[in-house]
């Protein structure tokens, strides 16, 4: 059985797909598509497949990454044929960006971009939003996995960022991502939102990228 | 989502709804854009038809019928049929609060700009969300308050067999099955705005005159003074008996090629093929058992290029069969062997729900041991073998016995039973009966040969309290109060005696209301709209029934519960539902409550004809060539 990677963007309707539930979305797709996936095997047999970052429901994203296999008869079978099958079977809100052979383990992830753009009747304003982000400490309680509270620290966690004002407000910045450290961008911008005193601001979060370490992108 | 639509006055465009679906639980219940939802152009279509499932998405979006009609309506270029659903509380005060209405998935249309607002009854306690979701909609309750042709207010479903409590609020009833009738009546709605008419009553009139089709204000209703109806009187013309339809040949039948396949996770989430209507059995507490006759199967040619069909453009690797019995399925076997050839092919597992214990045979339970291993579920719904005569259900402990035997063996450790307490003449020894049952199938396992090596039995007792429906031969027989419901309950808790059987029971209050409803006679529409105006909706999710309102929206009525469900109606009172006509005559009813009185079965269909009457519709197993099936 051969890996495969495949980059794909999520959107639309598909962003209320929660990570559960994009597991069975995209096992039907697969096998819409007749690509020749690798099942696993026992009593309850489904296709193998796993997603290198969960995304938050909600959130759209420009660079989702998931891995399946071919099965063992066909480990030759022409990624560029599979890649336009499955693009072929694709509902609204997913579309294929490339099949390849994976590069990295998906473990190695540790940095995520995230673009927010704020609903034009928000009170965010890019000078308010600056200062926020400048402030040497923003100390946000975050969930545990244990089920527990922990107060952090966002600032340091805050790696670089741009605000861009024009007809609406947006923010793109990196945020650590993966199983080492991992910052939802909607904590750092919930906390801005109730420092400038609004109730029910909305934002949308698209994640534009996925990098190691060392800035390198994640393929 | 590509149109872009502002709600009334609202104002909430469609990107900032969809920030008010992120702050409410599963929005995806909300969003649409599903795999096989259809848009079209609303510009290019003559008929809107709004299809409303009183209940979550998820619970909608499992069931069978609606997947038929959207697929039937939207093959037609001249329709939009779309899919709308009881948001759940958290939804619902983000809409009221932010004044957005009911909205359709497909478009985010106010379901008040429809043509017609569609209801599938399938069961009484979601009643009160009928007037709810009409009520977010924005569109008066009362079919009389609804003065403009539009949006018509229509309903069908089995609780139509009995539409009287909703006959304030709903315009048109569809009797039977809608595949046919449903169309005759948009057909004719497009005719007649096409020739420009546009007056509510006239249309009423004329659509009053398709079969299949029951207009309430059509009739007026006259009561004695003990409250019973002494009179159904039929204006306009209105037919004096309104018949049900069916689809006679359903290998002809419009059978969907696709489903919507939800994106997130729902109650049956699988290809579903439908392989019969009706049911041969007659199982004297069962509505489906009668108002679904006479017994029309699919063949097994169809059934197996249609199933391959709908899991090809489904993507789905589970399918299940669907039927009220499926293992009396004719050619089941024959059927089972072609399917699994695909199924194991495409590694898709195939379900059979409704299986029956008598015809159980060893031929089968392999086959489905090749299919994915369910758990193994019987009903024999009553305790003893005296019970299970009067009500029909002909099968014998010896049969249990034999099945279970052979699925213990077979590699089975867990069985599942259901009963039902408050049956028409039921002692105190039937429901220790229950018990007793249990105990012998747990003492039968530890005596199989080939049992599990080393593992345990566990058998699950789930039990519900008989609620008499229309149309079925206890329909004269007065409910249990609800104090003998605990009473009894109480009683069978105290006979188990036994971990390895494990008990469940089915709320007896909803089971008391569901009772009322069933029977209830249109002067329930008050009740209905005092319990709305209270606060009740959801009213089959435990959590948000309260029986207390419901005796106060009674109350306040001038009625009561009890008047509905617990008395005993002579065989000659007027029910509600007898202008209605079902199939099944009134005097084969009677016939069958007198035989269960007397303790004796009647046979199945394909045994021997009761004379039901369903032969009218010169279809199904009525001209079977006689058979013996067992």
Known sequence: MKNVRMFFKKSGPLRFVSHLDMNRVMTRLLRLSKVPIWYTEGFNRHPYITFALPLSLGFSSEYEVMDFRFDDENDNFDISVAEKMISDVCPEGIEVIALKEPVFKSGKIALADFKITFFKDSSATAKTLEDFLNLKEIIVSKTTKKGGTKEIDLAPKIKEYKILSDDELTLFIKLPAGGEDNINPKILVDKYLAEIGEQNGFYTVIRTGLYLADGTKFE | ?630
């Open chain 2, 1 to 630: 989502m590509k149109l872009t639509i502002v709600f009334g006055g609202a104002k909430v465009d469609n990107k900032r709804l969809e920030q008010f679906f992120l702050t409410v639980q599963k929005p995806g219940r909300y969003s649409g854009g599903e795999m096989g939802s259809i848009i079209k152009d609303k510009s290019k279509v003559d008929v809107r038809f709004a299809f409303c499932f009183p209940d979550t998405y998820e619970i909608g979006m499992s069931h069978l019928g609606m997947k038929i009609l959207y697929g039937l309506f939207n093959e037609r270029e001249d329709i939009w049929c779309e899919r709308v659903f009881a948001p759940w509380m958290d939804f619902e005060d983000v809409m009221r609060r932010e004044d957005i209405p009911l909205f359709a998935l497909e478009s985010r249309d106010p379901v008040s700009e429809f043509d017609f607002i569609g209801f599938t009854l399938q069961y009484e306690l979601s009643y009160t969300n009928v007037l709810n979701m009409l009520d977010l909609s924005g569109v008066p309750l009362r079919s009389a308050d609804r003065t403009d042709l539009t949006p018509l207010v229509v309903a069908g479903g089995p609780c139509a067999c009995n539409p009287e409590p909703l006959a304030d609020f709903v315009d048109i009833f569809f009797l039977g099955e809608g595949e046919e009738v449903d169309l005759e009546v948009i057909d004719l709605y497009k005719k007649y705005k096409a020739e420009g008419g546009n007056d509510k009553r006239e249309f009423l009139k004329l659509a009053s005159q398709i079969e299949g089709v029951y207009v309430p204000s059509l009739y007026d209703v006259e009561y004695g003074s003990e409250g019973k109806i002494t009179k159904y009187i039929p204006k306009d013309g209105a037919p004096a008996v309104v018949h049900k339809r069916i689809m006679a040949d359903m290998d002809k039948s419009y059978y969907p090629k696709n489903f919507v396949v939800p994106f997130t996770e729902i109650v049956h989430d699988r290809a579903v093929m439908e392989i019969f209507r009706g049911c041969i059995r007659g199982c004297r507490f069962c509505q489906a058992g009668f108002i679904y006759r006479p017994v029309r199967e699919k063949s097994a040619d169809v059934i197996n290029a249609e199933a391959k069909a709908l899991c090809d453009s489904t993507g789905y690797d589970e399918m299940s069969l669907s039927s009220l019995s499926t293992s009396d399925y004719t050619e089941i076997e024959p059927l089972l062997a072609r399917m699994i050839e695909w199924t194991d092919e495409d590694k898709i597992s195939l379900s059979l729900p409704s299986l029956r214990i008598d015809n159980f045979s060893p031929e089968l339970l392999e086959k489905m041991k090749m299919i994915r291993k369910s758990g193994l579920t019987f009903a024999p719904e009553a305790g003893t073998q005296r019970l299970r005569d009067v009500i029909n259900k002909n099968i014998t402990e010896k049969d249990i016995m034999k099945s279970c035997a052979t699925a213990f063996a077979g590699g089975y450790t867990a069985v599942k039973l259901y009963f039902m307490i408050g049956l028409p003449t039921e002692t105190d020894e039937d429901i220790i009966g229950i018990a007793k049952l249990g105990q012998k199938i747990v003492d039968l396992y530890y005596n199989v040969e080939g049992r599990p090596k080393g593992k345990g039995v566990n058998v699950s007792i789930s039990v519900s309290t008989f609620v008499p429906k229309p149309f079925t031969p206890f329909q004269f027989c007065p409910q249990i109060s609800k104090d003998e419901m605990r009473r009894r309950q109480q009683l069978l808790r105290d006979s188990i005696t036994t971990k390895k059987i494990s008990l469940s029971w089915h709320d007896s209050d909803t089971s008391a209301l569901e009772g009322a409803l069933a029977r209830g006679d249109r002067r329930m529409g008050e009740v209905l709209l005092n319990a709305f105006n209270m606060g009740a909706k959801m009213d089959s999710w435990g959590e948000s029934f309260s029986y207390d309102l419901w005796m106060n929206a009674f109350e306040k009525a001038g009625l009561s519960a009890e008047f509905y469900s617990n008395r005993e109606r002579a065989v000659d009172e007027i029910n509600p539902w007898d202008h209605l006509d079902y199939g099944v005559s009134k005097e084969f009813l009677i016939k069958e409550y007198n035989l269960a009185i007397e303790e004796t079965t009647t046979p199945n269909c394909r045994e021997k004809c009761a004379g039901c009457g369903a032969n009218k519709y010169g279809k199904g197993v009525c001209f079977e060539k006689c058979k013996n099936v067992l």
